[in-house]
């Protein structure tokens, strides 16, 4: 899996390059110990400003670079730190019509003690302990450790909360080269910041009181017994925090968060690392980047996919949120549950209809039988959407889902020879993943029917009162765990048996040949109403009377109907599944019901369909003006929603906040003596009930400070709301 094939070069037996190409693992250019290094023969730093034969020392000519670059001299730096140009270079050398030269460089950076540095020799200790690190690389030819495949992060803004959800291919796409292509995932950190460089996240320190690691909001490991802090591969001193083995998730919801405020959110996927004893002296777990880049005005310029920016904010009045609807439910109470329940509106697919169906694994079978002789369990669930092809957003399998819904655990008494299986965890409600947008919790109530035993409580008369004693056999309650229904007739001949004769036994012994009621012709039956066939039709029991008064004739109060199971080819007895003592005769068109308490099987299913929004409530609206709010109001200078500024050049962004508005509506500012000072045109979406206004005039002037009036009309109701607010500088 994951496997594009060989390297150039490799497998064809003996070492071999192909120049523009390259060659196998450690050979020729891919054996970087081996090759001949020029090494650094060119250092300089300087300031911008510095002069080289009277002109600026900066790049504006090839002849200033082949001075800086081709000069064999390495130059220390012992001016003030400002504004810096580096220069490093190794040359010059030949490079011939197509031939291929590598080369490779590591620029390492440090924060070390001042007074180390001032010392004969001087002390850089955590540079050192980088440039173990590149040494390390370099001798393992660049193959370093990789982290995880990039997850894909969604956020979703509700009013006080953030939904978060993300993908699973970090966690089943992820291969390391350094560890011989194996899955070396071991969990998510998904980390919040209010700085677009995520400054204030960053509050984790090293051994040497550097700030180097985000500190997470959140974090979720396999449970694979590695947890804790690692011991190799340290990084200045520090370990790194694999987790508590708490099982994955893939969804997070932020109940901490402001109104207003912007918050961006990272989720780095980590691996486990490489210990030292398989290369010394070990590596760090590896962890994706978070990106987010500014251009030179810190306007945000583009953000990595697994990188959100999102503001909760309050619901617009009138929004008829999403819904679903259930179209098609054949779960059965007594094995469990299973409802499925929005989670991330903004992964919702309008009109899709989706389906649900369980997992099973046969531990036994009963061979060439009617009526489905199967000793089970359910062990997954997989989701599908109808409506695009029967795509498969979601399942849950053994050896293939890192969620903590199915255990591995012993099914049976014995010790001597116990057996362990996967199966659906029981007695708590499971989570699935997101699918779509949409969680399923699901609720399983047996491991397998043995557990279970025929349901009681469940099993009775749908029509009819008659005195029945109805017994389940053990065949029964193990191997045909299915739904039935018992259904008298005025038709005589509603069934004829197709038991052969021989071997038949009820629910505790053998039935002997001269007690056999075989062939007989039946005005009532029993049908599996847990296996339709393609017509629509449902398969029937084959019946044998018992002659417990031996007159050899059926008679409803003295003899017994046994209910079996038999060799299709041969009408052999195979098993028999309910044992009939009639107290009296039943009525024409009586039905009795009958069932199991069986696990969930692979004939239980669920459909539902998500609905589009609603139509916008527009009496929701007019009874909603006088919640609009000013946020913050007084304005004092500024306030916690405003973007953090770093460069001091920059002005800060000012922005005051309108909330509890309709989705569409116009905001006209002014004066309290009626000047006009702008005009917002709001044009959300219909679940966006706030606007931001940047406290500049329509012409692009700061206001002043004082009392301001608004007043806003909604654009579908045309109601209004006027309201003050007031501006402190």
Request: glycine share 8%; proline share 5%; charged share 25%.
């Amino acid at each position: 899996m994951n496997y594009p094939g060989p390297d150039e070069g490799e497998c064809d037996h003996m070492p071999s390059y192909k120049e523009g190409f390259g060659c196998e693992p450690n050979y020729n250019a891919t054996d970087v110990t081996e090759s001949d290094m020029l090494g650094l023969t060119a250092f300089s730093l300087f300031h911008v400003t510095e002069q080289l034969n009277g002109r600026p020392k900066t790049f504006h000519a090839d002849w200033v670079m082949w001075q800086l670059t081709g000069t064999s001299i390495l130059k220390e730096f012992i001016g003030d730190i400002s504004n810096l140009i580096e220069v490093f270079a190794s040359g010059p050398f030949p490079l011939f019509k197509g031939r291929t030269e590598r080369v490779s460089m590591s620029i390492l950076h440090s924060y070390d003690q001042l007074s180390d540095l001032s010392q004969e020799p001087p002390r850089a200790p955590v540079l050192f302990e980088l440039k173990k690190v590149v040494q390390l690389i370099y001798e393992k030819d660049y193959r370093f450790a990789q982290p995880p495949k990039l997850p894909t992060l969604t956020a979703t803004a509700y009013d006080g909360k953030v939904v978060l959800t993300w993908d699973d291919v970090a966690d089943k796409a992820s291969r390391e080269p350094f560890l011989g292509g194996i899955n070396d995932f071991e969990g998510y950190k998904l980390i919040r910041a209010t700085d677009k460089k995520f400054q204030d996240a960053q509050v984790i320190t090293d051994g040497f009181g550097t700030t180097s690691m985000y500190k997470p909001i959140y974090q979720c490991d396999i449970k694979d017994d590695k947890r804790g802090f690692t011991n190799f591969g340290l990084l200045n001193g520090m370990g790194y925090y694999l987790g508590d083995d708490t099982g994955i998730t893939h969804y997070y919801v932020d109940e901490d968060v402001q109104n207003g405020m912007t918050y961006y959110y990272g989720l780095a996927a980590y691996d486990y690392g490489i210990d030292e004893e398989t290369a010394p002296p070990g590596i760090a777990p590896s962890e994706n980047n978070l990106v987010i880049e500014l251009d030179e005005y810190e306007q945000i310029r583009h953000i990595g996919k697994n990188v959100q920016i999102v503001t909760p904010r309050a619901t617009a009045p009138g929004y008829s949120p999403h819904s679903l609807e259930i179209i098609a439910s054949s779960i059965r109470s007594t094995s469990g549950s299973a409802s499925p329940a929005i989670f991330a509106k903004n992964a919702l697919k309008e009109n899709h209809i989706y389906t649900m169906k369980f997992d099973v694994d046969t531990l036994s079978e009963l061979k060439r039988t009617t009526n489905y002789g199967y000793n089970y369990l359910t062990n997954g669930y997989t989701i599908y959407d109808v409506t695009d092809s029967n795509r498969i957003v979601s399942y849950e399998r053994p050896g293939e889902s890192i969620l903590d819904n199915l255990v591995y655990d012993t099914i049976n008494d014995d010790e001597v020879s116990p057996q362990k299986e996967w199966f659906m965890k029981i007695g708590s409600p499971m989570k699935s993943d997101v699918a779509d947008g949409v969680v399923l919790t699901i609720e399983a109530n047996h491991i397998t029917s043995e557990f279970g035993g025929y349901d009681v409580i469940n099993s009775g008369w749908v029509q009819g009162m008659a005195d029945i004693e109805i017994t389940p056999t053990g065949d029964a309650i193990k191997y045909f765990p299915w739904d039935y229904e018992l259904i008298f007739t005025s038709d005589p001949n509603a069934y004829t048996g197709k038991f052969s004769g021989g071997t038949l036994r009820d629910d505790t012994s053998r039935i002997d040949d001269d007690r056999q009621l075989a062939n007989l012709s039946w005005s009532f039956f029993m049908i599996n109403k847990t296996f339709p066939t393609t017509d629509g039709e449902y398969d029937t029991l084959d019946m044998v009377g018992v002659d417990d008064n031996m007159n050899g004739m059926f008679d409803w109060t003295e003899d017994r109907v046994l209910f079996i199971a038999f060799d299709p080819e041969t009408f052999r007895w195979k098993r028999t599944i309910f044992v009939v003592k009639f107290g009296d005769q039943p009525q024409a068109e009586d039905v009795y019901y009958l069932t199991f308490n069986r696990p969930h099987f692979a004939t239980d299913s669920l459909s539902w369909r998500i609905l589009p929004e609603g139509e916008i409530n527009a009496a929701d609206i007019n009874n909603s003006m006088d919640n609009i709010k000013v946020v913050p109001n007084p304005y004092i200078a500024t306030n916690d929603m405003e973007p953090v500024v770093s460069n001091w050049y920059l002005n800060q962004r000012r922005s005051i906040m309108f909330t509890h508005l309709p989705a569409q509506c116009t905001i006209t500012i002014f004066t309290v003596s009626g000047v006009f000072v702008d005009e917002l045109v709001v044009e959300n979406d219909n679940d966006n009930g706030v606007a931001h206004w940047d406290v500049e005039t329509a012409e692009g002037l700061e206001v002043a400070a004082g009392m301001y009036l608004y007043h806003v009309r909604a654009e579908l109701t045309g109601a209004e709301k006027i309201g003050k607010f007031a501006i402190i500088k």
